[in-house]
């Protein structure tokens, strides 16, 4: 069973920095794609951040409202995937879902966290 736990999320004014980490279970991050998305009150779920698994040479894709303020990484000896947000502003106020697909020939299989909050005040 796939369990994925996020935490970091919380407060924070205009400018300041927060990590979100992710934690796996049952899944091995540095095998699969990876990624966070974010989901604001009365809008779409969208792609944050991605990183393709080893064997995709661990490719990053960042969404261009975040390009050079997010960073996201994995630790693989533990098995987190994390997520360094700089610079916040208030329109990155959203809930942060964990994600990663687990590829297969015949069909991807999709894993989520339960979301952490993030509010960024102005």
């Known amino acids: 069973q796939v369990q994925l736990v996020e935490s970091g999320g919380g407060l924070v004014q205009a400018g300041g920095s927060l990590r979100l980490s992710c934690a796996a279970s049952?899944?091995?991050?540095?095998?699969?794609?990876g990624g966070w998305y974010r989901q604001a009150p009365g809008k779409q779920r969208e792609l944050v951040a991605s990183?393709?698994?080893?064997?995709?040479?661990?490719?990053?894709n960042y969404a261009e409202s975040v390009k050079g303020r997010f960073t996201i990484s994995r630790d693989n000896a533990k098995n987190t995937m994390n997520l360094q947000m700089n610079s916040l502003k208030p329109e990155d106020t959203a809930v942060y879902y964990c994600?990663?697909?687990?590829?297969?020939?015949?069909?991807?299989?999709?894993?989520w966290g339960q979301g952490t909050q993030v509010t960024v005040s102005s």
């Open positions: 990183i393709s698994g080893v064997s995709g040479g661990g490719i990053t």
């Open positions: 049952g899944i091995i991050f540095s095998f699969n794609t």
């Open positions: 994600h990663v697909r687990r590829a297969s020939p015949t069909y991807d299989y999709d894993y």
